[in-house]
């Protein structure tokens, strides 16, 4: 029986968010959307059964085509990324990061990550988080006056700390990760290093960011924003994670079971795998370059018009701009701009003086509008779009209008 007889309440709302999607601009950096046949896996029928444990070696009966599955994803995802080992199964990045702290340290081990404020992760130490209250950590950010990663600073941190594993990567950090400098600094003082690519590991396998597999013992990944598939993660060992640590596979393979999960949701695998094969075609090659092509030229646009971009500018999918000069706050740009059609993410930026619910910065990037087969022409209608509605809350009704007329241009996949 189809949705819209046996729920009509939930298939309307689906319908509602469907032309909500074809109608606005997903600007959130770590949104995108995903092909017909990345949902068509992920609502299939492998929904229907437990798989607890790995192929091979399961629990439950009746498992062989999953077995399959889960291995082609598995094979896949090796090879796309050039490692040795990789673990499908967390259910989303939050758990898979969790994983590695597991397989790798103690409570009370003293790890160290980039500060939530400065651009970095939950996970990667912040204090409201499970990673600092069930560990020691301490917290490396950016300089004041660049917005670029401190690496001296990070450096001394590293050698008073001495600890266990570093974590790299961001959510909100609009440069290149000079992966060679935070390998240096983690061998210096005997820790793991884990480079958390969840933002951009499309762009790292579309080869327009460094790849950080030669640098890093440990990968983690999200498998949407720019890899386009579904909400999923993978953890990755490396060589050189297999040469300091050999049981470093099967150390992983336990945190996430037994050691923090139950069963694999099998149908997201399966969404992964169809996911990991089309970001291995020439054109989603072509699609990562076209990201990073648009975020400069947004960029670019916002720049002449005026806005203060962190860091100056971007080398990635996202932009961050301290909106303190256009006297408005980021929560209140947020707003405005959904009213427009324009979906972006209030933020903080480095060094705010506001708090969190009421931050100074909004976070915006092209990955979901690329998809959509935006250019670089369209940039400039956007920017000029934003401009409009931050300057002036009378311009919303207007540009939300010339929203709608030029998304029927851009249909979704």
Request: aromatic residues 8%; contains cysteine; hydrophobic residues 35%.
């Amino acid at each position: 029986m189809k949705l819209n007889k046996s729920d009509p309440q939930i298939a309307k709302l689906i319908e509602k968010e469907k032309e909500r999607q074809e109608t606005c601009l997903e600007m959130i950096p770590s949104e995108n959307h995903s092909s017909p046949a990345v949902r068509e896996a992920l609502g299939s029928i492998l929904t229907d059964k437990y798989a607890e444990g790995y192929p091979g070696k399961r629990y439950y009966a009746g498992l062989e085509f999953y077995d399959k599955i889960e291995i082609l994803c598995q094979e896949r995802a090796k090879k796309l990324f050039g490692v040795p080992f990789v673990n499908v199964q967390p259910y989303s990045g939050s758990p898979a990061n969790q994983a590695v702290y597991f397989a790798v340290c103690q409570p009370g081990d003293t790890i160290m990550g980039m500060s939530l404020p400065h651009g970095g992760h939950l996970t990667h130490g912040w204090k409201v988080n499970f990673s600092a209250k069930f560990y020691n950590s301490a917290q490396y950010g950016v300089d004041e006056k660049s917005g670029l990663i401190d690496f001296e600073k990070m450096e001394q941190l590293a050698k008073e700390a001495k600890p266990k594993i570093i974590f790299c990567g961001a959510t909100a950090y609009p440069r290149i990760f000079e992966w060679e400098k935070f390998a240096k600094i983690a061998e210096s003082v005997g820790a793991y290093l884990v480079a958390d690519i969840a933002h951009i590991a499309g762009l790292v396998v579309s080869g327009v960011h460094p790849s950080p597999v030669s640098f890093a013992d440990v990968v983690t990944t999200t498998t949407h924003k720019t890899l386009r598939g579904p909400r999923g993660a993978m953890i990755m060992a490396t060589e050189k994670g297999l040469k300091k640590d050999p049981e470093l596979p099967q150390k992983i393979n336990k945190a996430i079971f037994p050691g923090l999960q139950g069963g694999p949701h099998e149908n997201n695998i399966a969404a992964i795998a169809v996911c990991l094969k089309e970001a291995s075609s020439p054109s989603f090659k072509k699609y990562g370059k076209q990201i990073i092509k648009n975020s400069k030229a947004l960029a670019e646009e916002l720049l002449v018009r005026g806005f203060n971009l962190v860091t100056g500018g971007t080398d990635n999918h996202l932009i961050l701009i301290d909106l303190r000069n256009k006297k408005i706050s980021g929560k209140e740009a947020q707003i405005r701009l959904e009213k427009a059609g324009i979906t972006v993410n209030k933020n903080t930026i480095p060094f705010d003086p506001n708090p969190p619910f009421e931050p100074s910065g909004i976070r915006l990037g092209t990955p979901a509008i690329t998809t959509r087969g935006m250019k670089e022409k369209e940039m400039k209608i956007i920017a000029e779009w934003i401009d409009k509605v931050i300057v002036d809350e009378k311009s919303i009704s207007k540009v939300r209008q010339e929203i709608k007329k030029f998304c029927r241009k851009f249909p979704l996949p």
